[in-house]
């Protein structure tokens, strides 16, 4: 597992980190699931994108959590790419399966790792973190799973195990870029890496592919 360190303080961080790691990936037609402001249009000048979200700037307006199939053919994009987005979905298991359907080569998917941001809040007995809680106004950007990365790579491994057509093809987690000095102390004080990156690493990412083109 690659660990990169990196800071993400503005949604299209995350994007200019995609297309920075897996531009490879990001050839043909592209479906950008979540798509918010739609930042891979400006960042892959000339792509052939199509961007779906409830809203924001997509090609196609659709609430993913009122549909359960979205509105395209079978493996109709080269690539698929879902940036922190079924976290926020009741319907996530449903979705991911859709997201496996619409594509012909790739999958690209990142997850946050909600303890890393849960973690001193909790210890300190500050009752309340981001994305979740219990605020006046119902909230139009909020998490409806929690879980660590541990519980994202094992999700990510079930579902492969249902779908003999795709392979897990690389993955990545981002870290902080904290002083190396105290990075040091923390892996000396957490030696497991999984033990450790549950508590610091705050996305991990997948790059899933099929074998649906080379007629096996």
């Known amino acids: 597992m690659q660990v990169d360190f990196v800071r993400f303080t503005e ?3 995350r994007t200019q ?10 050839q043909g037609r592209i479906l950008d699931v979540g798509c ?6 400006k960042l892959l000048p000339g792509c052939d994108h199509v961007g779906i979200d409830i809203g924001g ?13 979205l509105p395209f053919e079978d493996a109709s994009f080269d690539c698929v790419i879902c940036i922190d987005v079924l976290e926020h979905l009741d319907n996530l298991h449903q979705m991911f399966q859709e997201l496996l359907r619409l594509s012909r080569s790739y999958l690209i998917l990142s997850l946050p790792n909600n303890w890393v941001a849960a973690r001193v809040p909790i210890e300190r007995g500050r009752g309340t973190f981001a994305h979740y809680g219990l605020p006046a106004e119902r909230p139009m950007d909020r998490h409806k799973w929690f879980f660590s990365l541990s519980d994202a790579r094992a999700f ?16 990545r987690v981002c870290e902080k870029g904290k002083n190396p000095i105290l990075r040091g102390l923390r892996r000396l004080r957490y030696p497991v890496q999984e033990h450790y990156l549950n508590r610091y690493a705050h996305t991990i990412w997948f790059v899933l592919q099929t074998n649906l083109t080379d007629g096996k």
């Open 11 to 13: 949604r299209e961080d």
């Open 17 to 26: 980190y995609l297309v920075k790691t897996f531009s490879r990936y990001l």
């Open 36 to 41: 918010d402001q739609a930042p891979l249009k």
């Open 57 to 69: 700037r997509p090609d196609i307006r659709i609430n993913l959590e009122k549909v359960d199939r």
């Open 156 to 171: 990510v491994r079930a579902q492969l195990e249902r779908q003999p057509r795709w392979k897990l093809l690389e993955e």
